[in-house]
C-alpha cells in the first residue's frame, strides 16, 4: 500500500492544489498530511487524512533571528522523520513554502521519495535551495525551469480545484443581466490596497451598467452601496460558477488564482502584491502578459488612474465589438488564457506519484 505525506500548510496557493491531488489517488493509498498549527489546512483539509503538525517559519534576515530558525528547521526535521517512521510513509509530496523544508530534508535522511510541486513563475525560496535534493520538481509554468538548473524538473501545470471542469451556473446571489460582470478577488493578503484600488472605480463602472461582485477578503470592512448590480462579500464558496460566468476579472496575482482563470479562459487585470515574496506574483503576471492573457496594473497611487483608463480600454472594445459583431479584446485575452491552461495537470501529478512508488 502506498502511504503519502502531503506538506502543504498556510494558503490556498499551497493547500487547494494538494487536496486536489489527495482527492485524485484511489482508495489504495494511505494519505497522512503535514501542516502548521492555526493555519488554514487545519479547516480546510478533510478529518480523513491523519494531520500532524510542526512549527516552522521563513528565513530571517537578522542574525538571532537566524539562528532561531535554524534550531526550529532542525526541530521540526526531526520530528517529521518520526513522523516518517511512525506512519511508514514511502513518498512524500509538497507544495513548497516554509514547511516544505523540513519534509524534504527529513526525507532524504530517511531515504524516502520526494515530490515537491512549484506553482510559482519565479521558484520560491525553498525550491531553489532545496529542489534539487527532490526526484522531481513539477512546474506550474515553464518558465520557473530557468531558475532551476541543477533540478530534476518537468512541467504539469498547477492542479485545480475540480469544481472548475464542471459546467456551473452563475450562482443566484450575483447580479442578473446581459451587461459585462466583473468579478474583484481582493483576497486575504493585502486585500486593503488593491480595494482601495477599485472602490475608486465603482461608481463609474455601475454608471455604465456594469454588473460588480467584489470578494473583500478578510482584513477589510464593507462598502455599503444601494445598487442592485453591485455585490460586496468577504469570501464566495462557489468560486467556480462566479468564474465561469465572469467578463473579467481583477485581482492579485497569486499562481493558484492564474491557473484557475486559465481553465475559465477568462481575462484578467492584474495587481501584484507589492509586498509578496521574491516579487513572485509580478512574475506570475507577467508570464500572462507575455500571452496576451492580461493586463498589469501596480498598486500605487497613479495605479488608481491607470486601473480605471485599463477597464475604460477593455469595455469599450467591448461594446464596440457588440455592435460591429467583431472581435474584441476580451476575447483575445480569453485566448490568451486558453494557452496558459494545463488542464490535465493533476492527472500528471499523479502519474508521477503512482511512478515512484512502482
Aim: positive net charge; contains cysteine; aromatic residues 8%.
Amino acid at each position: 500500500m502506498p502511504r503519502l505525506l502531503i506538506a502543504a500548510s498556510g494558503t490556498g496557493g499551497h493547500i487547494y492544489p494538494a487536496l486536489t491531488i489527495a482527492e485524485g489517488l484511489d482508495d489504495s493509498w494511505e494519505i497522512s498530511w503535514l501542516g502548521v498549527p492555526d493555519r488554514l489546512e487545519k479547516k480546510i483539509v478533510p478529518n480523513k487524512y491523519h494531520m500532524s503538525t510542526i512549527s516552522v517559519s521563513g528565513l530571517h534576515s537578522s542574525l538571532i533571528m537566524r539562528f532561531f530558525y535554524i534550531s526550529r528547521l532542525l526541530f521540526s526535521t526531526f520530528r517529521v522523520i518520526h513522523i516518517l517512521k511512525k506512519r511508514g510513509i514511502n513518498i512524500v509530496f509538497t507544495t513548497g513554502g516554509y514547511i516544505a523544508a523540513p519534509a524534504i530534508i527529513a526525507s532524504k535522511i530517511c531515504g524516502i521519495k520526494v515530490i515537491l510541486h512549484e506553482s510559482n513563475a519565479f521558484p520560491g525560496k525553498v525550491t531553489r535551495l532545496l529542489g534539487r535534493f527532490c526526484n522531481e520538481v513539477a512546474l506550474g509554468f515553464p518558465i520557473a525551469n530557468h531558475h532551476l538548473k541543477s533540478c530534476r524538473t518537468i512541467v504539469t501545470g498547477t492542479p485545480v480545484r475540480n469544481s472548475f471542469f464542471l459546467s456551473n451556473p452563475l450562482p443566484l446571489w450575483v447580479p442578473k443581466g446581459t451587461d459585462p460582470l466583473i468579478v474583484v478577488i481582493g483576497g486575504s493578503q493585502g486585500a486593503v490596497g488593491l480595494n482601495s484600488m477599485f472602490r475608486e472605480v465603482i461608481p463609474w463602472l455601475l454608471s455604465e451598467g456594469c454588473r460588480i461582485v467584489h470578494i473583500i477578503g478578510n482584513n477589510d470592512e464593507e462598502l455599503v452601496i444601494d445598487d442592485s448590480n453591485f455585490v460586496e462579500r468577504h469570501f464566495v464558496d462557489d468560486m467556480s460558477g462566479l468564474l465561469q460566468n465572469a467578463d473579467l476579472v481583477i485581482s492579485r496575482a497569486g499562481a493558484g488564482t492564474l491557473c484557475e482563470l486559465a481553465v475559465c479562459n477568462l481575462p484578467a487585470i492584474f495587481i501584484p502584491y507589492p509586498y509578496a515574496a521574491d516579487n513572485h506574483q509580478e512574475c506570475n503576471a507577467a508570464y500572462a502578459a507575455k500571452f496576451g492573457a492580461a493586463l498589469i496594473i501596480h498598486q500605487s497611487k497613479s495605479g488608481k488612474t491607470g486601473l480605471k483608463r485599463a477597464i475604460k480600454l477593455l469595455l469599450d472594445s467591448y461594446y464596440s465589438s457588440k455592435q460591429n459583431q467583431s472581435d474584441n479584446l476580451l476575447d483575445q485575452m480569453r485566448r490568451g488564457m486558453n494557452k496558459i491552461a494545463i488542464k490535465d495537470s493533476h492527472h500528471r501529478v499523479v502519474d508521477i506519484l503512482k511512478q515512484y512508488t512502482q
